[in-house]
């Protein structure tokens, strides 16, 4: 079964660009979240999609922004870019069948670039 | 709220060393999942282990363990004979189950990671 795929996987913006992240979950997987990852504040989590709901939310600003189509695939997008936007952003599928705690599979991540 | 520390920032081997990686939780609720992942540096994080707060019984995977106990908040994870390979930046995670909240919280919080370094 191929796993969580992200594309791109390198990207390079300016300031006040924005920007969208794709992410397919791993076939059968209804659940998609998004992490940030950055030197200084580590892993955190961004949002979580369930059948095209979003069900879960981090402590982002409303810049950072997702949805998840009825195939279960995932986008995120940021506007207006910052610097501190420069980040590895890895997206994780899990199951989800019974409402409880399913592994989270992560995809290679994208790495995103601001100047 | 949840937290995660992992103390060990980077740790440094030689192969076929015995290395065990410390991770502490904190955690209000009763029920909470337990993981441990391994990012190489290609970036992917790679899932090691999921243990639920039910079950304290320690496990073995072929040069991989890991001791939890509830006692202390810890879920310790050893790499027996390491190898080269074994270098990577090592995450433990918690998920909590909140029952009363629609969403469930299924948010991993991770720790800040440890790097390992295993030299030939």
């Known amino acids: 079964k191929a796993g969580v795929t992200q594309t791109p996987r390198y990207l390079i913006k300016t300031r006040g660009q924005q920007v969208t992240l794709s992410c397919s979950p791993i076939?059968?997987?209804?659940?998609v979240s998004w992490y940030q990852q950055t030197p200084g504040q580590g892993l955190q989590f961004l949002f979580e999609?369930?059948?095209?709901?979003?069900?879960n939310k981090g402590n982002f600003p409303g810049r950072f922004s997702g949805r998840q189509f009825s195939n279960s695939r995932s986008e995120m997008n940021v506007s207006t870019l910052e610097l501190g936007d420069s980040a590895l952003y890895l997206c994780?599928?899990?199951?989800?069948?019974?409402?409880?705690?399913?592994?989270?599979?992560f995809g290679p991540g994208t790495r995103l670039l601001v100047l | 709220a949840q937290k995660v520390t992992q103390a060990q920032t980077e740790i440094s081997v030689v192969e076929k060393e015995d290395v065990t990686l410390d991770c502490v939780y904190e955690?209000?609720?009763?029920?909470?999942?337990l993981f441990w992942y391994k990012q190489p540096p290609s970036g992917e994080l790679v899932f090691l282990i999921r243990?639920?707060?039910?079950?304290?019984q320690n496990e073995i995977s072929g040069r991989y363990s890991w001791n939890f106990q509830k006692s202390t908040s810890s879920f310790n994870f050893t790499i027996t004979a390491s190898q080269v390979v074994d270098s990577a930046v090592y995450f433990c995670?918690?998920?909590?189950?909140?029952?009363?909240?629609?969403?469930?919280?299924?948010?991993?919080?991770f720790g800040s990671g440890t790097r390992l370094q295993v030299q030939p």
């Open positions: 994780a599928s899990s199951l989800e069948l019974a409402g409880g705690i399913e592994t989270q599979y």
């Open positions: 076939s059968g997987h209804r659940s």
């Open positions: 999609y369930f059948s095209e709901t979003q069900r």
């Open positions: 955690t209000r609720d009763t029920t909470y999942y």
């Open positions: 243990r639920n707060s039910f079950d304290e």
């Open positions: 995670a918690l998920s909590e189950v909140d029952l009363n909240m629609d969403t469930g919280r299924r948010a991993l919080t």
